[in-house]
């Protein structure tokens, strides 16, 4: 994922988490929050509770890699919370689960030659 689409500062987290609906699928709770800008955000949130730092980052890692695969609508800021739930997934199993939600959420682009 590219620098300029990851959110990392906190007050943007608790902005959109306040403003925003939460959507929640397995393991995952997504909020969606439209801005005017001609980019997207994601922002991955992994606690404490999913393990120690090298569990977390592999998951942080993980997700990373599986939006990578698909390109987006533009203009939406997006965090991703990740529930326990996900020490007991395998990697196609988060990414079926991931790509399925955000699928619902209509913010991934339906173009006729998708990255696998």
Do not use: W
């Not at 403003?19 to 439209?34: G, Q, R, V």
């Not at 695969?69 to 533009?74: E, H, I, P, R, V």
């Not at 689960?97 to 913010?107: D, M, P, R, W």
């Amino acid at each position: 994922m590219k620098k300029i689409n990851i959110l990392k500062e906190s007050r943007d987290f608790d902005r959109i988490i306040k403003t925003s609906k939460p959507y929640k699928y397995k393991d995952y709770i997504i909020y969606i929050e439209k801005n005017t800008n001609d980019v997207y955000h994601f922002g991955i949130s992994v606690g404490k509770k999913i393990g120690n730092a090298v569990n977390r980052n592999k998951v942080k890692r993980q997700l990373k890699s599986i939006i990578d695969q698909k390109d987006y609508q533009n203009n939406f800021n997006c965090i991703i919370i990740v529930g326990r739930g996900i020490n007991e997934r395998t990697f196609e199993e988060r990414k079926i689960n991931l790509l399925f939600a955000l699928q619902k959420l209509n913010i991934i682009k339906e173009s006729a030659n998708e990255k696998k």
